[in-house]
Structure formats: C-alpha cells, structure tokens
C-alpha cells in the first residue's frame, strides 16, 4: 500500500531525473525561485531556450499561439 502511494514519485523520477532532482535539492535546501542566484540562472535558461527555439526553422505559415474557432 505504501508502494503505491510512491508510485508517481518514482514515475517523475524515471522520466526527468534531473528536473526531479534539481527540483527536489532546491525543496530540501528552502531555495526560492525568486531569490538572485535561482533567479538570474533561470532568466539564463530561459533567454538561451528561446533563442534555440526561435531558430528552429519555417513553421509553414502555422502559428504557435491559441487560433479562434467559431462552431454553428
């Protein structure tokens, strides 16, 4: 029964070891996202994630943002 309960956390833990960890140390160590040193290293990863993204190539004219639809 215990086993069960742990089962998602296992599951996240296959899937995205590191994620998991860093997510984990950063709960046990009381780190705030909104500190400097998170806060500057995410604003990093994110500039460096958009730039790699950006350049990914031609999209075929498709958009990446919400479309409206209108149903009869």
Do not use: C
């Not at 070891?17 to 984990?24: A, I, R, T």
């Not at 730039?51 to 479309?67: A, E, F």
């Amino acid at each position: 029964m215990f086993v069960d309960e742990l089962a998602p956390i296992f599951k996240e833990l296959v899937q995205h070891p590191v994620s998991f960890l860093g997510g984990f140390v950063s709960g046990v160590l009381r780190l705030s996202l909104a500190d400097d040193p998170v806060k500057s290293w995410l604003d990093r990863q994110s500039d460096s994630s958009s730039y790699n993204s950006s350049t990914s190539g031609d999209r075929n004219g498709k958009t990446s943002g919400p479309q409206s639809i209108s149903i009869d």
